[in-house]
């Protein structure tokens, strides 16, 4: 039982992030290429010192810049699981997975036997004795958990392990990574860009947006209402900002807003909007009667490869994503929408979510 | 020299676009630059002669000492040389970078002047020599001196072949190993070097080449004493003013020489590269 404590600043990189994981925990870090993610993993690694911060690992202190401790990575009894399996091409895939183990002075026997549990634990038995070149990209993958678990890790940290594998290697990776990850209370960070991911591995989640954190809670929460942008993005909801007014309305720079309060919303004070793409209405011209929210767009984009068609309209003035309507074929066929167009959203006040901004 | 394949998917076989047909005609034209001079020498040649003339005596003793002395200069630059790459592709610190282009200053810098550098530094009277004198070492005009100047003039080249083989690896490797508990001396000797392997066999066929042919430096700083210090290339340019016939049959067996060592060690390379 151990769980890892982060608090971290980089300056250079321009990164001021805290967030920690509970013992048997998997923490879900999102957010944009360059926002930050990759570092927070390298700083829990120790592969970069941060500016100022503390790492610790249960009741071991991992970094602590005030007080000068920078534990070696291979003291640190964390493991790391990245996109590329980065087996090592000279030896064969049971002494890749006995690395770790060799490495603790096991003897080679002992090792083997060892790598040979893993490898079975990771569905891989059958490829102890290849090469790594002679296996596939999901097969490599495996190969790389069992290295990392058979090191015995107290955190493992996983930077976008399935982002280079088929949709249906990835789901038994998945099923692997469900079973193994966690056991014995192993903490895991878990990088990634997947909604399938995080609802599936996830237990918690923070959100990284340009070096920060910007949003951090239960995994099924953030899913279903998160509340920063990239989060919204992520999990496929409008996102409205803006600041709080009595009664339900949020004041934003293009226009109010007008919802059901479902957090502690505070007048005057920042709060976003939340619907669902599917709660929005598409009109060429100015719809009859007076729906409570209404908003003039232009399309940016048409997207009709999913179940739906997803409208998605250029970004906000304030530099959020483009609100997004998931409209049937048939509607679609009869706008004719093409990106460029002007057209009207509305959406219904009751579909609307006030919460209040982190 | 010293790439490796990144990736698996990245093939060695990838379809080209078709070439301008005009680039043909300069591209054969340097082809037939390099070859026909070879050609010319292997033409100059007095074949039923051949065999007396490659194994006079001192011919036997330069061939022998060349192959010596590239040996072990060899086995030096590979000795200092990965370390030196290592460093060079990894470190960040500002002093290495600033150091780089002075270690790599051989690559350019005419041999003779190596030559009187290593002089001034190894010699007599050197800033190191002067030294070892005292203490009744002597290495300049010695086959030490050899070895060195040749080192001198051979170690960047597989610096700099090694520490592109290094930065293509990359790092992660390196971290990944020691995430899995692998001391930085574990990592060294299991991971590094053996990704490093192929890139360190062309690197130092490269070096061992370089040392073959050196001349400038050898001359400057060793001199040129038939056993001790005549190298192949300088018992070449011996012979060509008094036997000319002799020193064309050297100067094809030296072409023949590093012809075996280039092709020899460079198709190992390549096998040795399938794991990539």
Known sequence: MTGLTLRAAVGNRGVDIAFDVGAGEVLAVLGPNGAGKSTALH??????????????????????????????????????????????????????????????????????????????????????????????????QRVALARALAAEPDVLLLDEPLAGLDIAVAGAMRTVLRRTLTRGGRSAVLVTHDLVDVATLADRVVVIEAGRVVEAGRAAAVL??????????????????????AGGVLHTESGSWHGVVAGEVRTGEPAVAIFSPAAVAVYRDRPNGSPRNSAVVTVAEVDSSGPVVRVRAAPQSDGGPGLAADITAESAAELRLAPGDRIHLTVKAQEVALHPAP | MGRRTGSRTASAHAPAAALPRWIYVPAALGALFVALPLVAVAAKVDWPRFTTLITSESS????????????????????????????????????VRAVRPLILLPLVLPPVVGGIALLYAFGR????????????????????????AQTFVSLPFLVIALEGAARTAGANYEVVAAT?????????????????????????????????????????F????????????????????????????????????AALVVVGLGSRRLRAQGWT
Not at chain 1, 71 to 91: K, M, N, Y
Not at chain 1, 106 to 128: C, I, T
């Open chain 2, 60 to 95: 036997v003793a330069a061939l022998w000492l060349s192959l010596k002395t590239a040996t072990a200069s060899t086995a030096l630059c590979m000795l200092l040389g990965v370390p030196m790459a290592m460093v060079l592709a990894r470190s960040t610190s500002g002093l």
């Open chain 2, 222 to 257: 060793a001199g040129s004493r038939e056993g001790v210090t005549r190298t192949l290339p300088l018992e070449i340019y011996l012979q060509r003013e008094g036997d000319a016939d002799a020193a064309v049959a050297l100067s094809v067996l030296l072409v023949v020489v």
């Open chain 1, 43 to 140: 700083v829990v690694a120790g592969v970069v010192r941060p500016d100022d911060g503390q790492v610790r690992a249960g009741d071991r202190v991992l970094t602590d810049t005030a007080a000068g401790v920078h534990v070696p990575t291979h003291r640190r009894r964390v493991g790391l699981l990245l996109q590329d399996a980065l087996l090592f091409p000279h030896l064969r895939v049971a002494a890749n997975v006995a690395f770790g183990l060799r490495s603790a002075g096991r003897s080679r026997g002992e090792a083997d036997a060892a790598a040979r549990r893993w490898l079975a634990e990771v569905d891989a038995a059958d490829l102890a004795d290849r090469m790594p070149r002679q296996l596939s990209g999901g097969q490599a």
């Open chain 2, 180 to 220: 899995l508990g692998a001391r930085p001396s574990t990592v060294w000797w299991r991971v590094s070097l053996p990704l490093l392997a192929p890139g360190l066999l062309s690197g130092s066929v490269l070096a061992f080449a370089r040392s073959l042919g050196e001349f400038g430096a050898t001359l400057t």
């Open chain 1, 224 to 245: 279903a209402a998160p509340r920063s942008r990239f989060g919204a993005r992520f999990a496929g909801v409008n996102l409205v900002a803006g600041t709080a007014a």
């Open chain 2, 125 to 148: 009277l050197g800033l190191i020599g002067r030294y070892l004198d005292a203490a009744g070492v002597q290495i300049a005009f010695t086959t030490t001196a050899v070895v060195l």
